[in-house]
């Protein structure tokens, strides 16, 4: 192979750099998307070379927490792929039904379509009020925003697609109020949600959970990482408890695919062996 | 830049050799597609990563179709699965394709490129990235200009580049867009492209 070029070299001296100063450990993140990822944000800051932009980091954690905005991938929609939706609705549910109380991880959850979108469903199924709900993430300006619970108004048509899809039993339109551009969420649905910065990468496993949701999180992991997410989650699981994954993601290439059954294979819904 | 390739003949200059071909289409790419990879033998030992435009639907079918109308085998990429050779892999869709430098594929859900999410630039971008000048480019017919910085991405890491001569393509936005930031090793009919492949893998294998 080519000898490693000066940026790849710049890269790697940057995330050691931001795992030593601020413990944000990128290490084991998939190399491609990282390097688009800092090639924008070397864009954004106007600066030439990644060692620049390691010397703006190092001095000034503001910018860190600037360039944390660009690291980390703020995709998400209201129940997004609402088959899977359906999917938890219909098989997931009856069986969470039988537990007294549940805990459910949130795992990535950015600014927290997830989470609403989790809370809204167990509502309708009777379950929220004895459910708890830990939503994690290593970003604390998207914690902040999922706290909130405000989204841009000119989502929620494509949104309340999702939810009728996602076998909706009441208009989604009585879970926010419109303010000007914006929905502002039921703050009832998040009264047993608990919001909580926690890494993958370097944390370790915090409650027993029956249900673990991490979606489209994991392709941003090498399979070391992946691994060791695959980990904690089969710590945290209860006997029998479920993993969701986003859709593109699966327990085939890891070295936990058996220790856990898929229960509806399609929506990458896994059931702890 | 040459303009055409008959074939495997004795005044062929060589070709380098490659450990991998990424192929990028759009508008009239499903045609496309087919009339090159159809000349592909069973038992071509070549991974071919490829990123076609579609809607952002879900669950796509485009690799069942072509796996019914081709001799090689094919699929959607799985993120963090190593590449085969000899086996077409097509980019899901809502989701960019890119490969890693231990060549295993891994998918991202990054802001959409020239509204294309997956898009050409990051596979060949990337692929340039792992392959370095060990890899062929090849962009097809398309009504927009992704694909175009890729390829020249390619080309600068010194790997072989191919375009659909737009004259000839169903839309030509893409290859002239290709052909505005820069000149292809080859500009060929689709005919040509589909024998370029076949030789490519002689040599290589």
């Keep these: ?273 | 830049m040459r303009t055409s390739f008959p074939g495997s003949t004795p005044e062929q200059p060589a070709l380098p050799a490659v450990d991998a071909i990424v192929v990028g289409a759009s508008a009239g790419g499903v045609e496309a597609l087919l009339k090159i990879f159809r000349t592909l033998p069973k038992r071509y030992r070549l991974p071919i990563l490829a990123v076609l435009h579609v809607p952002e639907q879900r669950r796509s079918q485009l690799a069942e179709v072509f796996a019914v109308n081709l001799a090689i085998p094919v699929k959607e990429a799985d993120d963090k699965e190593t590449i085969e050779p000899g086996t077409l892999y097509f980019a899901a869709p809502g989701y960019h394709l890119s490969i890693e430098n231990d060549f295993s594929l891994s998918l991202s859900q990054e802001e959409r490129v020239h509204h294309s999410r997956p898009s050409i630039d990051i596979l060949f971008e990337s692929a340039a990235d792992a392959y370095g000048k060990r890899l062929a480019g090849v962009l097809l017919t398309g009504a927009n200009s992704d694909g175009a910085r890729g390829i020249a991405r390619i080309k600068e890491y010194g790997g072989l580049t191919v375009v659909q001569d737009p004259a000839q393509a169903l839309a030509r936005a893409m290859p002239e867009a290709a052909l505005a930031l820069h000149t292809p090793d080859f500009l060929l009919p689709l005919p040509d492209i589909g024998s370029l492949l076949v030789e490519l893998e002689r040599i290589a294998c």
Excluded at chain 1, 165 to 173: E, I, M, Q, V
Excluded at chain 1, 180 to 205: M, P
Aim: overall charge neutral; proline content about 3%; hydrophobic content about 40%.
């Design chain 1, 1 to 273: 192979m080519h000898q490693e070029r000066d940026a790849d070299i710049e890269l790697r001296l940057l995330i050691e750099a931001i795992y030593l100063k601020y413990s944000y450990d990128f290490r084991d993140y998939s190399g491609a998307s990282v390097k688009r990822r800092v090639a924008h944000a070397l864009r954004q800051f106007e600066l030439k070379t990644i060692s620049a932009l390691q010397e703006r980091v190092m001095h000034d954690p503001s910018a860190f927490m600037q360039l944390l905005q660009f690291l980390t991938i703020p995709v998400s929609e209201m129940f997004r792929d609402p088959t899977h939706f359906l999917a938890i609705r219909e098989e997931v549910v009856p069986l969470l039904k039988t537990y007294p109380s549940v805990k459910i991880w949130i795992a990535g959850c950015s600014t927290g379509e997830e989470v609403y979108s989790m809370a809204i469903l167990l509502r309708e199924e009777g379950l929220l009020e004895r459910t708890i709900i830990y939503a994690t993430d290593i970003n604390p300006r998207s914690l902040e925003k999922a706290k909130q619970g405000i989204f841009s108004m000119e989502n929620m048509r494509g949104y309340n697609e999702n939810y009728l899809k996602a076998g909706g039993k009441r208009l989604f339109s009585e879970y926010y109020t419109a303010a000007y551009d914006y929905a502002i969420f039921d703050k009832t649905l998040r009264e047993n949600v608990t919001f909580a910065d926690h890494s993958l990468a370097t944390d370790s496993v915090f409650s027993e959970t029956q249900l673990i949701s991490c979606r489209n999180v994991l392709i941003y992991f090498n399979k070391k990482l992946q691994d060791r997410a695959f980990g904690l989650f089969h710590e945290s699981l209860c006997h029998r408890g479920f993993l969701v994954l986003g859709s593109k993601e699966t327990l085939d290439f890891s070295g936990y695919k058996n220790k856990f059954d898929p229960l509806v294979k399609l929506e990458r819904i896994y059931r702890k062996s």
